[in-house]
């Protein structure tokens, strides 16, 4: 297969399996992933994460955990081919951000840098511009549901809605907060109530905007 059917029949697992994760990790191992530019999801086998937060292991692991999700909750979603494009890219900043600090791994930025890559894995395949403009803000602003719960400085809702409609934004954070390895019933009744939080306050400012 050419790049574009490769391209396309990843499309069509991710929006038809039950886990599409089994066709991907298949894939990996086919070698499939080693070549430009399906190398940006490739690549994310060999870094590493922070155990404290993403106990299952590597960036590959936690996306496929995460798309898996996604599988479960995409007919949520206005746009399946959207979000689930979404979710398997959401992470691809990871590769060049993640880095050892005061002995800490730490991916800083890796929404920001990841939106770009984002945005250049899709132009390969001519993609649509609008469907490249939505998949990569969603990318973009994966990371705000921690920064407004927690009210770091990193959040800007304002930018934010300006993008991406708020049940898409929250449907992506659900997935990928719920795309880790060790979540016992509580963290994740815990987890599903902090996206909640998240919406509340998204939704309010939405209206305050509004008025």
Request: positive net charge; contains cysteine; hydrophobic residues 35%.
């Amino acid at each position: 297969m050419n790049d574009k059917e490769i391209y396309l029949d990843i499309e069509k697992h991710l929006l038809h399996d039950e886990k599409p994760s089994i066709y991907l990790e298949e894939q990996l191992k086919k070698g499939v992933f080693s070549k430009y530019p399906f190398s940006m999801i490739g690549e994310l086998k060999d870094v590493s994460q922070n155990l404290k937060f993403h106990p299952e292991g590597d960036v590959f692991i936690h996306t496929m955990m995460v798309v898996d999700i996604g599988a479960e909750n995409r007919d949520k979603s206005r746009n399946k081919r959207i979000f689930m494009w979404t979710l398997l890219l959401h992470d691809i900043g990871k590769k060049p951000t993640t880095k050892m600090r005061k002995g800490k791994l730490t991916s800083y930025d890796h929404d920001k840098v990841g939106a770009k890559m984002a945005q250049e894995f899709l132009e390969y395949f001519n993609e649509d511009e609008k469907f490249i403009k939505e998949v990569t803000a969603l990318v973009r602003w994966h990371m705000q549901s921690l920064f407004v719960t927690k009210d770091l400085s990193f959040k800007d809702i304002n930018g934010m809605l300006k993008d991406v409609e708020v049940n898409e934004i929250v449907l992506i954070a659900l997935c990928d907060r719920l795309g880790r390895g060790g979540l016992s019933s509580l963290n994740k009744k815990e987890t599903i109530q902090d996206i909640n939080k998240f919406k509340e306050i998204l939704v309010s400012r939405k209206n305050s905007i509004l008025k």
